[in-house]
């Protein structure tokens, strides 16, 4: 009897000194946040772990630059590979909306979204975000600053788009709210090690109800992918969603960017034009046609038509 109740004393001072050192770290850690940071503090990561898996933001870690920060490479101390992305943000007020934003897109599991890990606030209006590393970098990349030796082949890039639509699905459709993404652009396209295609940077991604309209009307995005209706009204929906996605399809089956250098006419343009005079069969990358044996010119046709179909300039249409 006096043994199980000397055991009992110690198991109870053990847990009684392990939760007052779990309070004094919470409370230590809620000191450094503002009001607004506790609603979301169970995603929150210290800038401690952040900057010892970034090896203090070192430059050889950079991945890639954005409008609005640098992306990072990290191994977090569990080993695990992420993305750290460093944003600005000129207010508390402009950062709490936009982590809402995020807090609640980092709900979103579906394997054609890249995941959000988690986020970190070191000081007033700087936010960073932790995402799943992608191991080969942005569909851009690949399309356009690679050798000859790592072209995507046409069976990839159909590949790829399928997995975008099927991100893009799930966001419209799929889960409990209805998700505009608002910038789906060949940079904002993931590939991860086995080269499946994950949609990425919710930035300016908005959520509402299903059934009810988006209740924004300012316009944001990526010239060269934004739908006319949307430029005119700044309002965002599914179709203009759709339309970016068409554009997606025809920068990816033609290896040309949305906009180019001054003389030449955007992508969209330069493909009715090319439709109008029966030559649209000349749209394609051409080294889809030299290095890969699985180019499918039928196939290849059907999917640069489904684009300007996502991207036909009358929204009714």
């Known amino acids: 009897m006096t043994v199980s109740l000397l055991f009992l004393v110690v198991v109870s001072v053990v847990v009684s000194l392990f939760l007052i050192k779990r309070s004094r770290i919470i409370k230590r850690e809620r000191e450094d946040m503002e009001d607004w ?4 503090w169970p995603h929150r990561i210290t800038y401690q772990e952040i900057d010892a898996a970034t090896k203090g933001f070192a430059d050889e870690n950079v991945i890639g630059i954005g409008g609005n ?3 990072y490479k990290g191994v977090l101390a569990a080993g695990s590979e992420v993305a ?3 944003i600005s943000h000129e207010s508390s007020e402009g950062a709490r909306q936009f982590l809402a934003e995020i807090s ?3 709900r979103l599991k579906q394997r054609n979204l890249v ?3 988690g986020w970190c606030k070191k000081e007033r209006g700087s936010l960073i975000l932790v995402y799943d590393y992608m191991e080969h970098g942005s569909l851009d990349k690949r399309l356009f600053e690679c050798d000859e030796r790592n072209i995507l082949s046409f069976e990839d890039r159909v590949r790829i788009l399928k997995d975008v639509a099927s991100g893009v699905l799930y966001l419209h459709e799929g889960w409990e709210a209805k998700v505009l993404h608002r910038d789906i652009k060949a940079s904002n396209v993931l590939l991860d090690m086995d080269m499946s295609a994950r949609l990425g940077d919710f930035g300016l991604a908005r959520m509402h109800d299903h059934g009810q309209g988006a209740n924004t009307t300012r316009v944001v995005g990526t010239v060269g992918y934004l739908a006319p209706e949307f430029v005119r009204t700044g309002r965002a929906s599914t179709q203009t969603d759709v339309f970016g996605y068409g554009v997606l399809v025809l920068e990816v089956m033609c290896g040309r960017r949305p906009i180019e250098e001054e003389g030449k006419p955007p992508l969209v343009d330069w493909l009715w034009e090319l439709m109008r005079r029966g030559e649209l069969i000349n749209a394609f990358d051409s080294r889809l046609k030299t290095n890969n044996q699985d180019f499918n010119e ?3 046709l059907r999917v640069l038509q489904l684009g300007m179909i ?3 300039l009358r929204p009714e249409s």
Request: aromatic share 4%; hydrophobic share 30%; proline share 0%.
């Open 37 to 40: 940071e506790l609603e979301y």
């Open 69 to 71: 920060g640098r992306v």
């Open 84 to 86: 750290v992305k460093r």
């Open 104 to 106: 609640s897109l980092g």
């Open 115 to 117: 995941s959000l890990r």
């Open 298 to 300: 039928e196939e290849a």
């Open 310 to 312: 996502c991207a036909n």
